[in-house]
C-alpha cells in the first residue's frame, strides 16, 4: 500500500533563507511523486513531479526537488524563499499503474515566511 | 488557461440539509474526482469517476453521492447533512497518458459548514 510521511507540519523561515520540505514515502515499486502547493483559500497547483530519468526535477516557482531511492525521499528545496511562498505543501505519490489518477497525499507543511 | 470551476466557495447549511456541489472542468478530461480537506487529515478521496454514468468508491464515500451525466460536470451531493461533514471539499480532474503520470488540476475549493 502506497503511503506518505511529510514529518513537519510547520514550518517558519525568513525571507531569503533556503527551504526544504521532507517527503517519504512508502511504495513497492519505483513510485511517481508529486508537490502541490496550496495558496491560502485556494485550490492545489502542481509544483512538479518526477516519474522517471533524472532525480532532481525542476518545478515552478524556482523549487525543485530529489528523488532518493534509498532514503525513499522526495524533499522538495528552494534556495531563496520569497513572502508570497507563504502556503500549505503536499507531497503526494502515484503507481506507474495509475499515475496522478490515484494519488496518495501526505498531511502537508505548512509554511510561514517571516520578513 | 485550463480550468476546474467549483460553482459555490463558500456554503452554509443546516444539518438534515440535501447539498449539492457542481464542478465543471474545461480540459476534456475523462477522470474527475472530489476530495475532503480537514486540518491535520491532508486530503482524502471521497469519490471518483473515469467516465460518464460511471463512479468509484474513494477512501471515505459514506454520506456522499455523485453524478456525472456529462463528461465536464461531476456533482457531490450530501443526501443529509452532518455537522461532520463540516469541510473544504475539493474537485480535481486529470489526464493520465502512456509514460507520464498525469496531473490533478484543482478547482479552489468549495467550504462548507453545517449548522
Known amino acids: 500500500a502506497q503511503s506518505v510521511t511529510q514529518p513537519d507540519i510547520h514550518i517558519t523561515v525568513s525571507e531569503g533563507a533556503s527551504l526544504e520540505l521532507r517527503c517519504n514515502y512508502s511504495?513497492?515499486?519505483?513510485?511517481?511523486l508529486f508537490w502541490y502547493v496550496q495558496s491560502p483559500g485556494q485550490g492545489l497547483q502542481l509544483l512538479l513531479k518526477?516519474?522517471?530519468?533524472?532525480?532532481l526535477v525542476q518545478g515552478i516557482k524556482g523549487f525543485e526537488a530529489e528523488f532518493k531511492r534509498s532514503q525513499s525521499s522526495f524533499n522538495l528545496r528552494k534556495p531563496s524563499v520569497h513572502w508570497s511562498d507563504a502556503a500549505e505543501y503536499f507531497c503526494?505519490?502515484?503507481?506507474?499503474?495509475?499515475?496522478?489518477?490515484?494519488?496518495?497525499f501526505g498531511t502537508g507543511t505548512r509554511l510561514t515566511v517571516i520578513p | 488557461d485550463v480550468k476546474v470551476t467549483q460553482s459555490s466557495r463558500y456554503l452554509v447549511k443546516r444539518t438534515g440539509e440535501k447539498v449539492f456541489l457542481e464542478c465543471v472542468q474545461d480540459?476534456?478530461?475523462?477522470?474527475m474526482f472530489w476530495y475532503r480537506q480537514d486540518p491535520g487529515l491532508g486530503l482524502r478521496l471521497i469519490y471518483f469517476s473515469y467516465d460518464v454514468k460511471m463512479k468509484e468508491k474513494g477512501d471515505i464515500p459514506e454520506g456522499y453521492s455523485v453524478s456525472r451525466e456529462k463528461k465536464e460536470r461531476f456533482s457531490l451531493i450530501l443526501e443529509s447533512a452532518s455537522t461532520n461533514q463540516t469541510s473544504m471539499y475539493l474537485c480535481?480532474?486529470?489526464?493520465f497518458g502512456q509514460g507520464d503520470p498525469g496531473e490533478l488540476f484543482f478547482g479552489e475549493g468549495s467550504r462548507l459548514t453545517v449548522l
Open positions: 503526494a505519490v502515484g503507481s506507474h499503474q495509475t499515475g496522478a489518477n490515484n494519488l496518495f
Open positions: 480540459m476534456d478530461h475523462e477522470n
Open positions: 518526477y516519474f522517471s530519468g533524472d532525480t
Open positions: 480535481a480532474s486529470s489526464y
Open positions: 511504495y513497492g515499486a519505483t513510485p511517481y
